[in-house]
T-cell receptor, first 113, second 116 residues
Framework: GENVEQHPSTLSVQEGDSAVIKCTYS??????FPWYKQELGKRPQLIID?????GEKKDQRIAVTLNKTAKHFSLHITETQPEDSAVYFC????????????FGTGTKLQVIP | DAGVIQSPRHEVTEMGQEVTLRCKPI?????LFWYRQTMMRGLELLIYFNNNVPIDDSGMPEDRFSAKMPNASFSTLKIQPSEPRDSAVYFC??????????????FGEGSRLTVL
């Protein structure tokens, strides 16, 4: 089955700096890569996703890049703010038919004011 | 829509007791997932259903765990007998049909289980 690895497990940045979280996946059939943000004591919520036919996607301060050949994808947060502090999970799945989503182990991001 | 609804939000029980967690997915969603979250193991997929049928239960830890989805609007996850190592937050999530949906998982607020 699919295996998703995520690094780093913790990340501290100064407010205003950028943060990068990296993930790799094992199943070349995976074609959908979402990122979820989980604030303390809350549920995971989707913040951005990318499909395998796209190399990069941006949404304001957040961007995700995908390298299908190397089977890795990354989340980039620019101009970080204290409210970005949370645990971020990457995931991989095969869209269409039975959708099984495999999550990475999570990155705890702390933005220091 | 109220989103995915889980109950109870918190459960404290003693080792050996039966625990039943409940989930109501978003109307129209045809996939339902049960995840377990712990500090050590992160988000683990326990089981997922598609159109009420269990598709993959390979993540269910052992025979003490069972899950059912008797209809499109209700699912249960049962632990019998419960053990302290089952203490975790259990999330239910649903997603719309793969062809027309975004692929997004919609999570419930979770059920925090503590087994003493």
């Amino acid at each position: 089955g699919e295996n998703v690895e995520q690094h780093p497990s913790t990340l501290s940045v100064q407010e205003g700096d950028s943060a990068v979280i990296k993930c790799t996946y094992s199943d070349s059939a995976s074609n959908y890569f979402p990122w979820y943000k989980q604030e303390l004591g809350k549920r995971p919520q989707l913040i951005i996703d990318i499909r395998s036919n796209v190399g990069e996607k941006k949404d304001q301060r957040i961007a995700v890049t995908l390298n299908k050949t190397a089977k890795h994808f990354s989340l980039h947060i620019t101009e970080t703010q204290p409210e970005d502090s949370a645990v971020y999970f990457c995931a991989a799945s095969i869209r269409g038919g039975y959708q099984k989503v495999t999550f990475g182990t999570g990155t705890k991001l702390q933005v220091i004011p | 829509d109220a989103g995915v609804i889980q109950s109870p939000r918190h459960e404290v029980t003693e080792m050996g007791q039966e625990v039943t967690l409940r989930c109501k997915p978003i109307s129209g969603h045809n996939s339902l997932f049960w995840y377990r979250q712990t500090m050590m193991r992160g988000l683990e997929l326990l089981i997922y259903f598609n159109n009420n049928v269990p598709i993959d239960d390979s993540g269910m830890p052992e025979d003490r765990f069972s899950a059912k989805m008797p209809n499109a609007s209700f699912s249960t996850l049962k632990i019998q007998p419960s053990e302290p190592r089952d203490s975790a937050v259990y999330f239910c999530a649903s997603s719309p049909p793969g062809g027309g949906g975004t692929g997004e998982l919609f999570f419930g607020e979770g059920s925090r289980l503590t087994v003493l």
